[in-house]
């Protein structure tokens, strides 16, 4: 059975910083392109950063370009997302997903694989 289990979310002030992390189980997690999502209330769920199997290929959506960080350590099965410069619109709980394809994370959410149930993040102002 496949978990992913996102840990790390909280209230932080506007300009402050967040790490969160994903441990994921009972999947080949190094065959695995990884992602984050979130979704603020009222709106739908966005795609927010993926990063390759190997770790080397990165994408960001363009709100968070240049202040989330994307890792993964695939001896500990984990993927990490370092947020930064943290604003009041980054508040939104946060998804971690897991899809062999990080072209269906990147462009076909409803086709990924799997989900893991959400961490809130919360920025005040």
């Known amino acids: 059975q496949v978990q992913l289990v996102e840990s790390g979310g909280g209230l932080v002030q506007a300009g402050g910083s967040l790490r969160l992390s994903c441990a994921a189980s009972?999947?080949?997690?190094?065959?695995?392109?990884m992602g984050w999502f979130r979704q603020a209330p009222g709106k739908e769920r966005e795609f927010v950063v993926a990063?390759?199997?190997?770790?080397?290929?990165?994408y960001y959506a363009g709100p968070v370009k240049g202040r989330f960080t994307v890792s993964r350590d695939n001896a500990e099965n984990t993927v990490y997302l370092q947020m930064n410069n943290l604003k009041p619109e980054d508040t939104a709980v946060y998804y971690c997903?897991?899809?062999?394809?990080?072209?269906?994370?990147?462009?076909?959410?409803?086709?990924?694989?799997?989900w893991g149930k959400g961490t809130l993040v919360t920025v005040s102002s």
């Open positions: 990063i390759d199997w190997s770790g080397g290929i990165t």
């Open positions: 997903a897991a899809d062999l394809a990080c072209a269906d994370i990147r462009h076909n959410p409803r086709g990924v694989s799997y």
């Open positions: 009972g999947l080949s997690f190094s065959s695995y392109c």
